[in-house]
């Protein structure tokens, strides 16, 4: 499975981004798309996740601000980031769960910075 992100970049607070994932390869009928982000010194944490069949998810610090979408004909996912943060600035990080088989984006950074 091969996946490509675009997107990101800088902004300032309360300001909103828009990333893309595009996913592509042998993929399971049922899947997830998402994204995690990496903080600098920090682990690796769940930002949403939406699967083809079933409920979004995200975490709790960007519930109401955060929207993932999808487009199952051509299997990309959205990521609209609004009302950012100074914490929402690392590296994000697109994957596809593949019936338990995780791939991954390149990863793009945002930084929310005055």
């Known amino acids: 499975v091969h996946v490509v992100e675009s997107g990101g970049g800088w902004v300032r607070p309360g300001g909103s981004l828009r990333l893309s994932c595009a996913a592509s390869?042998?993929?399971?009928?049922?899947?997830?798309m998402g994204w995690y982000r990496q903080a600098p010194g920090k682990e690796r944490e769940l930002v949403a996740g939406i699967p083809n069949l079933g409920v979004t998810h995200y975490a709790d610090s960007v519930k109401g601000r955060f929207r993932i979408s999808r487009v199952s004909a051509n299997n990309t996912a959205f990521l609209q980031m609004n009302n950012l943060k100074f914490e929402d600035t690392a590296v994000y990080y697109c994957y596809v769960d593949n019936n338990g088989v995780y791939s991954w984006g390149q990863g793009t950074q945002v930084i929310v910075s005055a």
């Open positions: 390869g042998s993929l399971w009928h049922i899947f997830t």
